[in-house]
């Protein structure tokens, strides 16, 4: 049983684009984390959300706590964003993890 | 560069044997997460320290421990390695206390198992 779900697994996108990664989960939570894990292996974290919406530059993280749904949003998307984006449930004492999906985006 | 250092960047041993991992937070932060990110597994919680106590654990195997020092910075030991313990090991460390502030993460310890 997966407490996390992510989709798609998989996106490519032509630059430009708008993209929309969805995030899941089953448990409750105190926090859930957007991170960005790049080619090389490093991780960024992008975004904590405990309600509402937050937004850096291009990209925009939301959440409905009701539905126990959250998306990240890569407006005009560009391929240095290509990476694999992971969304992380915490639940004031465990983290829970999704897959990931790994982004391309084609000049 | 998230100002979180993490040492050896590669390590390679054989089954049997114990390691240690270490990681130096960023200035004025005082917890310490550690993560394992194995191929099949994906990333997972292990332990986070705050302030030098142990905060909250996940799913982390009787054979590893961990410790955070009074300068902060954090050693996670693997033992009795099998070849399924091969993985990249992130630490992260933050602020505060609970897990909803912003998480820096270090470059990783990539641990092959042989």
Sequence with gaps: KNEVEQSPQNLT???G????????????ISALHWLQQHPGGGIVSLFMLS??????GRLIATINIQEKHSSLHITASH????????CAAFTGNQFYFGT???LTVIP | DSGVTQTPKHLITATGQRVTLRCSPRSGDLSVYWY???????????????NGEERAKGNILER??????PDL?????LSSLELGDSALYFCASSVGLAGQETQYFGPGTRLLVL
């Design chain 1, 79 to 86: 391929p240095r964003d290509s990476a694999v984006y992971i």
């Design chain 2, 36 to 50: 394992q990110q194995s191929l099949d597994q994906g990333l997972q919680f292990l332990i986070q320290y705050y």
């Design chain 1, 17 to 28: 684009e708008f993209i929309t990664i969805n995030c899941s989960y089953s448990v409750g």
């Design chain 2, 73 to 77: 910075h954090s050693e996670l030991n």
């Design chain 1, 100 to 102: 990931g999906t790994s």
């Design chain 1, 51 to 56: 309600s509402g919406k937050k937004k850096h």
């Design chain 2, 64 to 69: 590893f421990s961990a410790q955070q020092f």
């Design chain 1, 13 to 15: 996108a032509q630059e």
